[in-house]
């Protein structure tokens, strides 16, 4: 590994009420891994029905508990613990108790990191907004996500959450 550093970009944004906070750039190692510490308040749901092609990512509980629903299977991530939301599976999570969620979440590749950056400059996102729409579909589309807007209601209805 080279001796030089390399500068990176650091953010600190918020997506609706999901933080992300870049920790470790991809840049700043041979590995191409990001680290983003994320927080999300109590009943919260974080993302839509997501999936993605390139990268897997580890997220690793700091503080609260974490639900997980990746292939319509539920899992309760408590403090301490980790979970893995592999490539091409669909899975969102949320913040189902009381307490605020705190985790990191390791992106490998780490290219994926630098989406919450650029969608936080879209949010709040309004449905009716065709301009910034067709803006996060071409972020989705350029990072190779997908993503079911449309599973949102449904998901807070069922789990008593908010986004």
């Given at each position: 590994?080279?001796?030089?550093?390399?500068?990176?970009?650091?953010?600190?944004?918020t997506?609706?009420?999901?933080?992300?906070?870049?920790?470790?750039?991809?840049?700043?190692?041979?590995a191409?891994?990001?680290?983003?510490?994320?927080?999300?308040?109590?009943?919260?749901?974080a993302?839509?029905?997501?999936?993605?092609?390139?990268?897997?990512?580890?997220?690793?509980?700091?503080?609260?508990?974490?639900?997980?629903?990746?292939?319509?299977?539920?899992?309760?991530?408590?403090?301490?613990?980790?979970?893995?939301?592999?490539?091409?599976?669909?899975?969102?999570?949320?913040?189902?108790?009381?307490?605020?969620?705190?985790?990191?979440?390791?992106?490998?590749?780490?290219?994926?990191?630098?989406?919450?950056?650029?969608?936080?400059?879209?949010?709040?996102?309004?449905?009716?907004?065709?301009?910034?729409?067709?803006?996060?579909?071409?972020?989705?589309?350029?990072?190779?996500?997908?993503?079911?807007?449309?599973?949102?209601?449904?998901?807070?209805?069922?789990?008593?959450?908010?986004?």
């Amino acid at each position: 590994m080279s001796s030089q550093v390399t500068p990176s970009a650091k953010y600190d944004v918020t997506i609706g009420k999901l933080g992300a906070r870049l920790n470790t750039s991809r840049t700043e190692n041979e590995a191409n891994v990001a680290i983003v510490e994320h927080t999300l308040p109590p009943h919260t749901l974080a993302a839509p029905l997501h999936r993605h092609s390139r990268e897997d990512e580890i997220s690793y509980v700091l503080d609260g508990e974490m639900t997980v629903l990746a292939d319509d299977e539920l899992t309760t991530v408590p403090a301490h613990e980790s979970v893995v939301k592999g490539r091409e599976v669909w899975h969102t999570f949320w913040n189902a108790g009381d307490e605020p969620l705190r985790f990191l979440e390791i992106i490998a590749p780490g290219e994926f990191s630098e989406f919450f950056e650029e969608i936080s400059r879209l949010y709040p996102l309004d449905p009716a907004d065709e301009e910034a729409l067709a803006r996060f579909a071409e972020i989705c589309e350029r990072y190779d996500f997908e993503a079911d807007l449309e599973s949102v209601p449904k998901l807070c209805q069922e789990h008593d959450l908010h986004v």
